[in-house]
């Protein structure tokens, strides 16, 4: 994922922490869903869109 700041937001830092917890343990279901959580989260809570992943 992208790093944006976000200035110590707890929602941010558990997504981040379940996005990487589903790629360690390649369940690309909860990475995806922790990714679009991430996103939907950033652009309601910080106003700031995440770049897509190229």
């Known amino acids: 994922m992208t790093e944006i700041p976000t200035d110590g937001c707890e ?3 558990l997504l ?3 996005e990487a ?3 360690e343990g390649r369940d690309q ?3 995806v869903d922790a ?3 991430y996103r939907r989260h950033m652009r309601e809570a910080h106003r ?3 770049p897509l992943p190229s």
Do not use: D, F, N
Request: with cysteine; charged share 45%; aromatic share 0%.
């Open 21 to 23: 917890k589903g790629r």
């Open 48 to 50: 700031r869109e995440v």
């Open 29 to 31: 279901s909860m990475e």
């Open 16 to 18: 981040k922490a379940l």
């Open 35 to 37: 990714r679009v959580r």
């Open 11 to 13: 929602v941010c830092a």
